[in-house]
């Protein structure tokens, strides 16, 4: 079994930062990717940022320039930092890990962006 701890999420306001973490703990042998998802109030889910073992990031078009995804592959770790936050990035942010061919959520973080 796979453990995900998200920490990071809180309220800000618009401008500003937060840094999500997601740690990765139990049976694992080997992470593919790590994810960042996010779903705001009435809408889809929708996926944020990814990298990849080997260190390939991808972005949503609305966060490129703002967020960026990093991972700590000793500490089973995968990070967001989020700079010139808006309210439309208010969501709950998930955490998915591939592991094999498994697919891992957390149990989720709120990310609130109001003056």
């Known amino acids: 079994q796979v453990h995900l701890v998200e920490s990071g999420g809180g309220l800000v306001q618009p401008g500003g930062s937060l840094r999500l973490s997601c740690a990765a703990s139990?049976?694992?042998?080997?992470?593919?990717?790590m994810n960042w998802y996010r779903q705001a109030p009435g809408k889809e889910r929708e996926l944020v940022a990814g990298i990849t073992s080997g260190g390939t990031t991808d972005y949503a078009d609305s966060v490129k320039g703002r967020f960026t995804i990093s991972r700590d592959n000793a500490k089973n770790t995968v990070y967001l930092q989020m700079n010139s936050l808006k309210p439309e990035d208010t969501a709950v942010y998930y955490c998915v890990v591939d592991i094999s061919i498994r697919r891992f959520w957390g149990q989720g973080t709120q990310v609130t962006v109001s003056s």
């Open positions: 139990g049976s694992i042998f080997s992470i593919n990717a």
